[in-house]
């Protein structure tokens, strides 16, 4: 029988092997996590959790007994340091090692570190696990300043919390909006007007030197007074087991359409992995999200119990500031221009990219029709016309039909 080792209980390693049960797979399975808590969702960590609106149950995959139940080998705080592709086994920390006949790395990601003056002090956070949130909503409350480095999607979701828990905060960006890398230029100013208008001061084109006692410090010589620092500026896969054991890896670990690593035993899935996307031409992303987690995870558990491979989805997220849900699908580049649908200013809107008469991507702002429908229509390629996609007069659902 198939024994399974899994590297890293997150939330791809955590669904995979729930996975290959439900799809039948008998053998051994082992899944083998760095962190100490069963595998949980990161998203709520800067949303409900942080503002106290959900608690530790809230965030697991899955309770505790499923994997007793399922005859899942649990171990956590295990973590792997070495594979030994020739002997197929993979070293612990402890010294143990574990066999396998097919391996499936989901190590995830890690936050990306500043190496400036100051940014190896004690009190920097960032917000990564549990242990990260749980120091972070220690430190928040009533009356404390916040300064957050990074105008991106886990910066701005906890300058929110951070208000809603009653703090002062401050975004420093050194590019000259938030979202720059991530989000259309409508979404960036969409943004920074919601969190100006709730109290956040946003300061682009900043660029930090340090970090000291008292706060941080910018290029133009200004000190940013804080009590807290979380420092948010993206996340790097984590790879070098994979790259240690002679994998091919670009921008995370290179893997193929089933997850399968340039090692036919080894499949590696989630925020590590850099993925050819079939729905964008099969051109390679490494992507950050639960969807894309999910759907390797499908993939891997398919190719090692010998199913069908699950049919190719667009790559999407969300994320939740304020009263604000946020929900993208498709990738934009190589897109030609861009169709705003609905208002920004009510609050309600959709920006869609398009290549010639076909949608990529569509970022949608409380509008769940857009997003479903634009979503599909990403998947099917169907041809619209720009005109009658920003008129609010034709339904999303008679655009798709076409
Ligand atoms: P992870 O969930 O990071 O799990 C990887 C695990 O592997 C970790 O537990 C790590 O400790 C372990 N590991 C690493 N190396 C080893 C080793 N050598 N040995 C053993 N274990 C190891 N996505 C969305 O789609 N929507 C959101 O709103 C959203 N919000 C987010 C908010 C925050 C604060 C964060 C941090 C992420 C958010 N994400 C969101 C991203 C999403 O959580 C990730 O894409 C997802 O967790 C990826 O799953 P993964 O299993 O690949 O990685």
Same mark, same amino acid.
């Given at each position: ?18 996975? =290959? ?309 498709? =990738? ?71």
């Amino acid at each position: 029988m198939t024994k399974v080792l899994i590297i890293g209980a997150g939330h791809a390693g955590g669904t995979v092997a729930a996975l =290959l049960r439900q799809y039948g797979h008998e053998g051994p399975i082992v899944l083998a996590g760095a962190e100490l808590a069963p595998p949980y969702q990161r998203p709520p960590l800067s949303k409900a959790w942080l503002k106290g609106e959900a608690d530790l149950e809230d965030l697991l995959l899955r309770p505790g007994s499923f994997y007793v139940e399922q005859d899942i080998d649990l171990r956590l705080g295990a973590t792997a340091t070495a594979i030994d592709r020739t002997a197929r086994t993979v070293t612990f920390a402890d010294g143990t090692t574990e066999g396998y006949d097919a391996l499936i790395l989901a190590t995830g990601s890690t936050a990306r570190k500043l190496t400036l003056p100051g940014a190896d002090r004690a009190d920097l956070l960032e917000l990564r696990t549990l242990a990260d949130a749980e120091r972070l909503r220690a430190a928040l409350g009533p009356g404390k300043r916040l300064a957050v480095v990074g105008g991106g999607y886990v910066g701005l979701e906890a300058a929110a919390s951070a208000r809603a828990l009653g703090a002062d905060v401050i975004v420093i960006e050194r590019m000259d909006r938030v979202l720059a890398r991530v989000a259309s230029e409508t979404l960036s100013t969409f943004f920074t007007h919601q969190h100006r208008a709730r109290g956040v001061e946003i300061l682009t084109s900043a660029e930090v030197t340090g970090f000291e006692d008292a706060g941080v410090r910018l290029a133009d010589g200004r000190l940013i007074a804080a009590d807290v620092v979380l420092v948010g500026v993206g996340a790097l896969a984590s790879d070098d087991l994979a790259r240690a054991a002679g994998l091919e890896c670009g921008d995370g670990i290179v893997v193929d359409e089933t997850a399968r690593t340039s090692d036919p035993a080894i499949f590696a899935i989630g925020d590590a992995t850099n993925r050819p996307v079939p729905v964008h031409g099969g051109r390679r992303h490494r992507l950050e999200s639960v969807p894309n987690a999910l759907e390797q995870a499908k993939q891997a558990a398919a190719a090692i119990v010998g199913r069908a491979p699950p049919t190719p989805e667009a790559p999407w997220f969300w994320s939740d500031q304020y009263d604000l849900k946020l929900q993208i699908a498709g =990738l934009p580049d190589g897109a030609d221009r861009q169709v705003v649908r609905g208002d920004p200013a009510a609050g309600t809107f959709a920006v869609f990219h398009l290549t010639g008469d076909r949608i990529v991507c569509v970022e949608a702002v409380n509008a769940a029709p857009e997003f479903m429908a634009g979503r599909q229509m990403i998947v099917s390629g169907a041809p619209v016309d720009a005109e009658k996609l920003a008129d609010l007069g034709v339904t999303m659902k008679a655009l798709a039909a076409v």
